[in-house]
């Protein structure tokens, strides 16, 4: 999670895309020229360990003027973790 969080930071779309899951991935990414990003807290995780083959994180990530939380859900595929998809909470 840290790692993609990053990589938004960057707009790094090779790795965002090479961390997303073949079956969910989209043709490309839509960066907001305007968004900075200021900071991510790590709420829970659930699963996600070298015994389990998915996992959850929730997150909060900070912009400037706001937040996004999202419970993600990452599954592995040939032994990497990989992004499916995630639930946005609009009430942060």
């Known amino acids: 999670m840290r790692s993609r969080y990053s990589a938004f930071v960057r707009r790094d779309e090779p790795y965002l895309l090479r961390t997303w899951h073949p079956r969910t991935r989209p043709a490309e990414v839509a960066f907001d020229p305007g968004l900075r990003w200021t900071g991510l807290e790590i709420l829970a995780t659930d699963g996600g ?36 998809d995630g639930d946005i909470d609009p009430d942060v």
């Open 49 to 84: 360990t070298a015994f389990h083959s998915t996992g959850t994180v929730t997150f909060r990530a900070s912009y400037r003027g706001g937040a996004l939380s999202e419970l993600s859900r990452f599954e592995r595929v040939d032994g990497a973790w990989v992004y499916v």
